[in-house]
């Protein structure tokens, strides 16, 4: 039996300062000759090809083709890492060591359910040092996906695929929104919501997470709860 878990990027493992934020606007000035207001655009737990379609209908005034979502969130990757280097972004407390500690571990796989796509997420975990803990070739992004829950569906399929019958296996979706606890359920994973982005502990509480925390804690701790195994 393995434990299969599942981590949220922004918000969860790291926080960027809004630089993904920065590079969609600095991606929009480029395209549509002028940058968008994030206030009116629902951000945290969002796709990048969600961000993509919503900031292209409220700069054109009508729906997006996928050719201009693709070419936005394209364009995105390529100034996310000069927005990285711009911005003081940081490493949340107690994940290096957490994925430090389970990555040596046989009986766990450390994967990536994220709204980013793959080169996006790539991008972000290596300027943070963290992408070597993580197998990308088996992680879950958006992709063609504008929705978390068809996210987390591609993510257990890949569970499927590589390590046979997912109710064999513990599988565990870590995230800091509402929409990380509700894609998770929605797959039959256990849940752990994280009050390091924008939702409170008490907002996350309210969906029922299997285990709701603060912040992540020390590896011991985290470890001997995922090995607990039960709610």
């Known amino acids: ?15 960027t300062a809004k630089a993904g934020l920065y590079a969609f606007a600095q991606a929009t000035t480029e395209f549509w000759g002028e940058a968008v207001d994030f206030d009116t655009i629902a951000t945290a737990g ?11 209908k409220v700069s054109s005034g009508r729906e997006a083709t996928q050719t201009e979502i693709d070419s936005l969130c394209r364009r995105y990757e390529e100034l996310l890492p000069r927005e990285l280097a711009a911005r003081k972004g940081l490493v949340l407390p107690e994940v290096a060591n957490i994925l430090a500690r389970l990555h040596e571990r046989e009986d766990y796989k ?10 996006g997420a790539q991008i972000k975990l290596k300027y943070f040092a963290l992408d070597r803990y993580f197998d990308f070739d088996s992680s879950a992004f958006a992709e063609q996906f504008e929705q978390r829950d068809d ?20 599988i565990y ?35 029922s997470p299997w285990w ?19 709610v």
């Open 212 to 230: 709701g925390v603060q912040s992540l804690p020390e590896p011991d701790v985290f470890e001997a709860k995922i090995a607990a195994e039960r």
């Open 173 to 207: 979706v870590i995230g800091d929104t509402p929409h990380d606890i509700t894609c998770g359920k929605g797959i039959g994973a256990y849940t752990i919501g994280v009050a390091t982005g924008r939702y409170s502990i008490e907002e996350l509480q309210s969906l």
């Open 151 to 170: 996210i987390a569906k591609s993510a257990l399929a890949t569970v499927h695929s590589n390590w046979g019958d997912p109710g064999q296996h513990k």
């Open 110 to 119: 450390l994967l990536l359910l994220t709204g980013n796509s793959k080169m």
């Open 46 to 56: 969002m796709t990048d090809n969600y961000i993509a379609r919503q900031i292209i």
């Open 1 to 15: 039996m393995l434990k299969i878990l599942f981590w949220d990027i922004d918000g969860t493992l790291i926080r």
